[in-house]
C-alpha cells in the first residue's frame, strides 16, 4: 500500500536544499540589483542632459544643470519639473526608483552648461555607485555623452 504524504526526513532535505539554493542566488540578486539601479540612474542622467541641451537649442540660451553630491541629485536650472510646473527640475537619485550614490563629478564647481548652440562648455564627468556597481557619464565637447564602467 503505497504513502500518502512525506516523511519529516524528506521535508528536512528539501527545505535544506531550498537554503542552500537561496543562500547561493541571494548575493548575485543584491549584484544584478545594483548594476540595474546604477545603470538606470546613468540612462536618466544622459536622458536628462539630452532634454537640457535641446532646450538650449530651441531656446538659445544657455542651459546649466548642478549637480550635488552631498544630496546625490541634480537640477536643470530654469527649467520647470515636468510633473509640477511650479518646481524647478530636481532628480534625487537617492530617493528615486534608483537608489544610487553621486560618488564624484569632474564639472567645475559641480555644474556643467550646454552653450545656446548645443555645445558642452566644458568637458567633464559623473560617477554614480551603488553598492559593488558603478558607472561614468561623460561629456565630451562638443555634445558626446558616453556611459562607460571605470
Known sequence: MPRAGFSLVELAIVVLVMGIMVGVAAPKYAEALNHYRVEAAARRIVADLKHARQNAI??????????????????LDGMDDINRSSDE???DLAAEGY????????????????????????????????????????????????????
Open 58 to 75: 530651441t531656446g538659445s540660451a544657455e542651459q546649466r544643470i548642478t549637480f550635488e553630491l552631498d544630496t546625490d541629485s541634480y537640477t
Open 99 to 150: 537608489p544610487v550614490d553621486l560618488s564624484t563629478t569632474t564639472f567645475p564647481g559641480g555644474a556643467f552648461r550646454w552653450e545656446h548652440d548645443g555645445n558642452a562648455f566644458v568637458s567633464g564627468s559623473m560617477t554614480l555607485a551603488s553598492g559593488s556597481a558603478s558607472r561614468v557619464v561623460t561629456v565630451s565637447h562638443p555634445c558626446s555623452i558616453v556611459i562607460s564602467t571605470p
Open 89 to 91: 527640475y530636481t532628480v
